[in-house]
């Protein structure tokens, strides 16, 4: 059995036991280990990473599991694209994660075509007023 193979099977025994501070650190070593081998856009590295966020909401750590969550929405618009269903639920938990008022800063980031499109209009509204002067 690979070193890989027996920390996922140690991570698993470890959230089924109710162990999840140990389970953290054998999922980040689990992680960082798929990275080097597998890839960051492999299937089995990117399910590590939902199982870590996973457990890190579990364990009321939303300000560790949101980098890990944002990084998994980049990931996945890349790799399934904006409208896949795993894309869409990991944005859903990014907004869950977030505290309201960084909300409206999120919808920016997540919809940056949208915000370009408003800056845009706004910029050229107030370039319509100041020629009309």
């Known amino acids: 059995m690979s070193s890989l193979k027996l920390l996922e099977h140690s991570a698993k025994t470890h959230c089924l036991e109710g162990k999840l501070e140990p389970a953290v650190e054998i999922y980040h070593e689990l992680l960082n280990g798929e990275q080097g081998s597998l890839g960051v856009k492999h299937h089995k590295t990117i399910q590590t990473q939902q199982t870590l966020a996973d457990v890190l909401i579990r364990l009321g750590r939303d300000t560790d599991a949101e980098p890990?969550?944002?990084q998994l929405l980049q990931l996945r618009k890349k790799i399934y694209g904006p409208k896949s269903s795993n894309t869409l639920d990991t944005m859903v938990q990014l907004a869950q994660l977030v505290k309201p008022g960084e909300k409206q800063e999120l919808l920016s980031e997540l919809y940056p075509p949208k915000a370009e499109v408003a800056l845009d209009l706004s910029t050229?509204?107030?370039?319509?007023?100041?020629?009309?002067?």
């Open 68 to 70: 890990v969550v944002r």
């Open 124 to 133: 050229h509204h107030k370039i319509g007023l100041l020629l009309e002067e």
